[in-house]
């Protein structure tokens, strides 16, 4: 069973930045997609970031240029670079690993954004 253990979130200030990580636990083989996903309380979790096995990637439309997820395929990693933070983007940030025949995520990680 695939794990996934994210880090790197914490409390900072509006217009910081952060840098996520997200630990596999092996090598991945056939993912369809690796991403970050978020979810403030009483909302549902959103898209943040997606990756596809050419290189391309997917950023959800409030990301405005702010984020940039990338992946170190020989650390079995995925990082997510968060730049400008504002208080809205506070929220529990998930890894996800979509594979043909699974998907699986992370415990998650806090990221608190302060005025």
């Known amino acids: 069973q695939l794990q996934l253990v994210e880090s790197g979130g914490g409390l900072v200030q509006s217009g910081g930045s952060l840098r996520l990580s997200c630990a596999a636990s092996r090598e991945i083989i056939g993912w369809l997609t690796m991403g970050w996903y978020r979810q403030s309380p009483g909302k549902t979790r959103e898209m943040v970031a997606r990756?596809?096995?050419?290189?391309?990637?997917d950023y959800a439309d409030f990301i405005k240029g702010r984020f940039t997820i990338s992946r170190d395929s020989g650390k079995n990693e995925l990082y997510l670079q968060m730049n400008n933070l504002s208080p809205e983007d506070t929220a529990v940030y998930y890894c996800n690993v979509y594979t043909a025949a699974d998907e699986f995520w992370g415990q998650g990680t806090q990221v608190t954004v302060s005025t």
């Open positions: 990756l596809f096995p050419s290189g391309s990637t």
